[in-house]
């Protein structure tokens, strides 16, 4: 079998279809499945991993994402967004009391955030606003 590949604009245009039906659509699998559904309405065998799926939805702004996570290993350094590829924005926190700082980390894309524990992402639920 041989697999072809999609341009971003074919997985958007599909990606938008599949958008004017659900305005919910509660997990990335969901989704691909849905998107390669439209796309092989045009083009059989054509096939889109999740995360260049995921990537290219939130960077285009179609949908925004709730993300569940679980927590990680405090050691692991992000160097990007593990959601979106974005850039990470360290955050620090100050407590009112005894002077504490906390850092975060956030993205500006996706709204994805992490404190000192990495949060692993394990869910993603796409919504159409
Ligand atoms: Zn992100």
Known sequence: MVYHIPSDEDILTAVEKVFQKYHIVTSQHALKKLVEKELQ???KHLHVSGPRLRTLVLNS???RVE???REGDPKKILNKCPVCGGVLQR???QTIYGGE???EFRCAVCGYWTGKKKKIPTLYV???D
Do not use: E, Y
Request: glycine share 6%; charged share 20%.
């Open 41 to 43: 309405s045009t083009k």
């Open 61 to 63: 702004g179609k949908a």
């Open 67 to 69: 993300i569940r996570t």
């Open 91 to 93: 955050v620090k926190n």
């Open 101 to 103: 700082v906390t850092i």
């Open 126 to 128: 796409f919504h159409v």
